[in-house]
């Protein structure tokens, strides 16, 4: 390891070690210690492996990476620390364990990588396309993405942008405005206490759990998919329902006025003085409206 303190830089670059049999694969562990001046601003790209970032209460970065044959540089400037992978020959599976500050902001690229951040109370970007994420205690925006692999958050203080193409999305205790979107995966959207919710997705389901603000806008679309909505407490909201061949129930009396029906598998409602709006559609499945907890009947 080598550091140059003046600079708070870092960089180690690893080649591959030949091992003496196949069987007998080298594993090698790079770890460095940068410092920063309070939150720090976290940027990794991984080709492949692991991302792990943790919390504690010293004014540093702490990066540990362990590898058989990959191509590691960690470099710091001010409060900004990047860490990147590159192709090697053979194994380029990294897995990082990095320990932050916690009130840095992180970001996170992957191609074959598994993401988790822990206790990192700071704003967050996270992309990967074959790797589950899953990250808690996000404060300020957020955008959290997978293209086939499984995104589980919970305690989202900021607005968040949050998806997976055929992966599930678990969003647990969020507080600002969230906008989900799938393709295949279900959607599990619980303790949700925004004033602005957007969930769609193609034929998965999607189960909401949670408040309504009186001055909410709440959108739940599926195409092939149940949507289902476990209202906490007494909404006052006007509802509108759409859908083609799937049916529609509910806890809740529904009178349709005059003019309520905007066609024959569209209509809309009015609970308590209807300030909120809620719109719920699905081509071909159930759309449920519940009465319940800020649990949903159903945990994924």
């Not at 193409?165 to 925004?194: H, K, Q, W, Y």
Request: charged content about 20%.
């Amino acid at each position: 390891m080598k550091t140059r303190k003046s600079v708070h830089i870092a960089t180690a670059l690893v080649g591959a070690a030949l091992a003496a049999a196949p069987a007998a694969r080298a594993q090698n562990t790079y770890d460095t210690t940068i410092a920063v001046r309070g939150p720090a601003q976290l940027s990794v790209n991984n080709m492949s492996g692991e991302v792990h970032v943790r919390a504690w209460d010293r004014a540093q970065v702490r990066v540990v990476a362990e590898y058989d044959r990959a191509r590691v540089e960690v470099s710091g400037t001010g409060n900004r620390v990047t860490v990147r992978t590159s192709p090697w020959r053979g194994d380029n599976d990294v897995t990082f364990t990095i320990t932050v500050p916690s009130a840095s902001s992180v970001e996170i690229n992957g191609v074959s990588t598994d993401a988790e951040v822990t206790g990192v109370c700071g704003q967050a970007s996270i992309q990967t396309v074959s790797g589950d994420v899953t990250a808690a205690c996000l404060t300020g925006d957020a955008t959290v993405t997978s293209v086939s692999g499984d995104v589980t958050l919970s305690d989202v203080r900021g607005n968040l942008e949050v998806g997976s193409t055929s992966g599930d999305v678990i969003v647990r205790g969020a507080r600002g405005e969230v906008s989900a979107n799938g393709v295949s995966g279900d959607m599990t959207l619980s303790d949700m206490a925004g004033g602005v919710v957007t969930a769609e997705t193609v034929s998965g389901d999607i189960n909401f759990a949670g408040r309504i603000a009186d001055t909410g806008r709440y959108r739940f679309q599926s195409h092939s998919g149940d949507v289902e909505l476990r209202i906490a407490g007494t909404p006052n909201a006007t509802v509108e329902v759409s859908t083609f061949s799937g049916d529609f129930e509910s806890d809740f009396p529904v009178q349709l006025q005059p003019g309520s029906r905007i066609s024959p598998r569209e209509w809309q409602f009015q609970l308590g003085s209807g300030g909120a709006r809620i719109k719920l559609e699905s081509f071909s499945g159930t759309v449920n409206l519940r009465r319940g907890s800020a649990t949903p009947n159903r945990e994924e």
